[in-house]
C-alpha cells in the first residue's frame, strides 16, 4: 500500500525536457526529506536533488542550474523538472523518501541513498546527442 511509482521517463535528444512525478501517501509525503536518484549502466546511485519537509533544497553540482525538485501538496506528488539533459543524464531515476530523520541526523546528508527508506521501481530517461 505504501509506495512510489515514478513515472515521466521516456527518450529526448540532448537538451530537451523531461518531468518526472512520483505519487506518495501521505504518509511518505510527510517525510522529513525527499529525493531524486539515478542509476547508470555500471555505475553506483547517486543522488540527484533532494527537498525536505520545509522546502529546502539540494543539488548535485551535475545537475545545478538545470534540473529543478519540486512539490504539489495538494496531490502529495513529488517532481523533477530536468532541461537541457545531456547524454550523461541517461540513467534509471528513482523517487525516495526519508521517513526516520536519517537525512538529517546522518553524516550522509540529503544525497545518501542509505539515509532513505522508502523507494520507487525507477523511470528510464535515454538522452541521445
Known amino acids: 500500500q505504501e509506495q512510489l511509482v515514478e513515472s515521466g521517463g521516456g527518450s529526448v535528444q540532448a537538451g530537451g525536457s523531461l518531468r518526472l512525478s512520483c505519487p506518495a501517501s501521505v504518509y511518505i509525503y510527510s517525510s522529513y526529506s525527499m529525493g531524486w536518484f539515478r542509476q547508470a549502466p555500471g555505475k553506483e546511485r547517486e543522488g540527484v536533488a533532494a527537498?525536505?519537509?520545509?522546502?529546502?533544497?539540494t543539488y548535485a553540482d551535475s545537475v545545478k542550474g538545470r534540473f529543478s525538485i519540486s512539490t504539489d501538496s495538494a496531490k502529495s506528488t513529488l517532481y523533477l523538472q530536468m532541461n537541457s539533459l545531456k547524454p550523461e543524464d541517461t540513467a534509471m531515476y528513482y523517487c525516495?523518501?526519508?521517513?526516520?530523520?536519517?537525512?538529517?541526523?546522518?553524516?550522509?546528508?540529503?544525497?545518501?541513498?542509505?539515509?532513505?527508506?522508502?523507494w520507487g521501481q525507477g523511470t528510464q530517461v535515454t538522452v541521445s546527442s
Open positions: 525516495a523518501a526519508d521517513t526516520l530523520g536519517n537525512t538529517i541526523t546522518g553524516r550522509g546528508g540529503p544525497l545518501a541513498r542509505y539515509e532513505y527508506n522508502y
Open positions: 527537498i525536505d519537509s520545509d522546502g529546502i533544497t
